[in-house]
């Protein structure tokens, strides 16, 4: 994409500065306050405290925002109530997207479901969907994720592990047995666009081979280049700009085909645990938002009608008054960025929809039941901060998959949030307050600037491609660790309050044996009994419409139909693309 002539922040700047301010503060009581503030801080404050008034709190992937030891009215001193907050339901909805929030919607409670085979996990989605789980979020293995058939060489011992293994529509089958696929809203984490286009198509014709019209399934996919290209720990990629049009390609066919369906979930949350900011993980998935709306506008698609079906995915972690501040400031900026820059007019198409999970890299093997508090604490900020759905991470998943035990706590977690503590009731009961006020807006300014680096580089894919993310991303992870070797950021059992006293063991989960042997057999018996004609007719015309740049959904749906497997469809993808390496590797 070309370089354009002002950035996203100019723009704003330039639409939003003429617009009159009606500071909430009077002059008289802001002059009021700074003499008593003045008094105050002089008589009253000790001399080390003056000394120090400003700290860096010190988190894992925090954004190092500094922080003063009081805030007041002064920290904040022009805030127009109706343009900076305003009411839940209205614009800038910094307040939230509904305006009962979750007392007419309560989030929807989704926790990650997916190890062993697919008999495995709909055992278990039966469970939590039993225990009160309101939504599915399928994860799958690493093989899976990185487009391998389970008895390819380079998926060797990963089958079935830290997810569920698929290798075709018959392994959808078993995931979804006994599953109403249109009473259930599902996330399928397929991470990437390449994977995205080959698991959704064989949900599809899953949803399809049941008789269920896909105008009637409720779900998201997460669709995101950036997993696929900045977060992908894999051994082939293609080339950025393929990978982007392919994500492109997805909501297209998506918005036409499954109209209820969310066909990109941009992705902070797996960034920020790669090891990247809190301020980087939202300025990166803005910037993807940004480039993907061009994208589709370019191929007619009015603004309005294209937005209103994305989401975003973020990381909720430590840092409690920055998370929940983060979550209002990125919503109020997107809010700014599909009025002022894309001139949207839908209310629905300015909305910042999210789904957060806490943050599993924040989780310690140390005192493991201490993830619990951690967990506890992100879920609690995420929804303080607005979300509109959440998977609270398992105490037991800095070893591994969690048990059913753990899941079950995970879950319940959420479900106490929601029923006894009264956080539920009342919107937005954190704003107003002077302290986030001013932590938002100060987030929303340094997201902007982020956002902004990434523009003049070119936009988002061309910082891709020039490897200026990957070395951002680097450059914190290797801060981070040296800060946390060093105990300047503490973790408590970890570098603080470390203790000798043998704590009694957890149960801690096991995977089930044979998945990778039965998976082998299952894909022999699959090449064996379908029409092998058929599938290299159809991998044929998959490999052609992405050489002619054309829409590929199409052709993996025709592809699934066929019983095609994973792999082959992947290699269809290399061989049609190429393969890229991205920067740093070899």
Not at 209 to 230: A, C, F, K
Not at 471 to 477: C, N, Q, T, W
Request: proline residues 4%; hydrophobic residues 35%; aromatic residues 10%.
């Amino acid at each position: 994409m070309s370089i354009r002539a002002k950035t996203t922040r100019e723009i704003l700047k330039e639409r939003i500065s003429s617009q009159q301010r009606r500071p909430l503060y009077s002059p008289e009581a802001l002059e009021e306050i700074q003499r008593g503030f003045d008094g105050w801080f002089s008589s009253v404050v000790g001399e080390r405290d003056r000394r120090s008034w400003i700290k860096v709190p010190l988190t894992v992937l925090g954004s190092d925002i500094p922080r003063e030891l009081l805030y007041t009215p002064l920290s904040n001193p022009d805030l127009d109530y109706l343009r900076d907050l305003g009411y839940s339901g209205s614009e800038p909805f910094t307040r939230g997207i509904h305006a009962n929030m979750y007392r007419g919607r309560k989030f929807t409670m989704r926790q990650l479901t997916g190890f062993g085979s697919p008999e495995d996990t709909n055992e278990r989605i039966k469970f939590m969907l039993k225990h009160g789980a309101t939504g599915l979020n399928i994860l799958f293995d690493i093989p899976t994720i990185q487009m391998y058939d389970s008895d390819d060489p380079m998926a060797a011992g990963q089958v079935g592990m830290s997810g569920v293994c698929v290798d075709s529509v018959e392994d959808m089958e078993l995931i979804f047995k006994d599953i109403p696929l249109d009473e259930i809203t599902i996330s399928i984490v397929s991470h990437y666009p390449s994977n995205t286009a080959i698991l959704f198509s064989m949900f599809l014709v899953l949803a399809e081979e049941r008789g269920i019209p896909w105008e009637r399934l409720r779900g998201s996919v997460q669709n995101d280049t950036t997993m696929e290209e900045l977060v992908r720990s894999g051994s082939e990629y293609i080339p950025p700009r393929d990978c982007f049009r392919i994500q492109c390609d997805n909501i297209e066919f998506i918005k036409t085909h499954v109209p209820r369906w969310n066909y990109i979930t941009l992705n902070g949350y797996n960034l920020r645990e790669f090891g990247t900011s809190s301020i980087t993980e939202m300025a990166v998935a803005l910037s993807n938002g940004i480039e993907t709306l061009e994208d589709l506008t370019s191929r007619g698609y009015g603004v309005d009608i294209i937005a209103d079906r994305l989401a975003f995915f973020w990381s909720v972690g430590n840092d409690f008054f920055e998370e929940v501040a983060r979550l209002r400031a990125v919503r109020r900026l997107w809010y700014k960025i599909m009025k002022y820059r894309f001139g949207a007019q839908n209310p629905r198409a300015m909305w910042m929809r999210c789904h957060v999970q806490t943050s599993g890299v924040s989780l310690f093997q140390q005192e493991p039941l201490n993830n619990i508090i951690r967990a506890a604490y992100h879920a609690l900020a995420a929804v303080l901060g607005g979300t509109q759905s959440l998977n609270v991470d398992s105490y037991d998943e800095a070893y591994s998959v969690p048990t059913e035990e753990a899941a079950l706590l995970s879950l319940r977690t959420q479900q106490i949030i929601q029923e006894e503590t009264g956080i539920t009731d009342v919107v937005d009961p954190l704003g107003g307050s002077f302290y986030v006020e001013a932590l938002t807006n100060g987030i929303e300014e340094r997201i902007l600037q982020e956002i902004e680096e990434i523009e003049k580089e070119g936009g988002y894919v061309a910082a891709i491609e020039s490897g200026m993310l990957h070395k951002k991303i680097a450059a914190y992870f290797a801060e981070q660790q040296k800060r946390l070797e060093r105990g300047e950021i503490k973790v408590v059992a970890y570098n603080v309050y470390k203790s000798d006293k043998k704590l009694p063991d957890i149960d801690v989960f096991r995977y089930p044996q044979g998945v990778e042997e039965r998976q082998r057999a299952r894909l022999e018996k699959l090449r064996l009994t379908r029409d092998n004609q058929r599938v290299e007719e159809t991998l044929t015309a998959l490999r052609d419409a992405c050489k002619r740049r054309e829409n590929i959904l199409p052709y993996c749906v025709e592809c699934a139909r066929a019983r095609c497997t994973e792999g082959e469809m992947f290699k269809t993808f290399k061989e049609a693309y190429g393969l890229w390496r991205p920067h740093g590797f070899w």
